[in-house]
């Protein structure tokens, strides 16, 4: 049975905060090539949204098999 290492990737989008954010996506295509490069494979994504649907943090949830 495979057994799973977890990681989770946070980062805040740029940007005003009430408008929600950008986010910069040869900078994530770039942490994420590298992460996969280290084996790591991206199960999921989300937001924490705030007030009015802007979004405060993603968070990146990785996986990787363990020992």
């Known amino acids: ?3 799973w290492t977890y990681h989770v990737f946070k980062f805040s989008p740029t940007g ?3 408008r929600g954010g950008k986010i910069d ?5 770039k942490e994420l090539n ?3 490069a280290e084996g790591w494979e991206m199960v999921t ?3 924490s949204a705030i ?3 802007a979004t405060n943090e ?3 949830v990785m996986k990787k098999p363990g020992n």
């Open 1 to 3: 049975m495979t057994k």
């Open 16 to 18: 005003t905060l009430f």
């Open 25 to 29: 996506d040869d900078w994530l295509m």
């Open 34 to 36: 590298a992460l996969g």
């Open 45 to 47: 994504a989300f937001t």
């Open 51 to 53: 007030a009015q649907g």
């Open 58 to 60: 993603v968070a990146v």
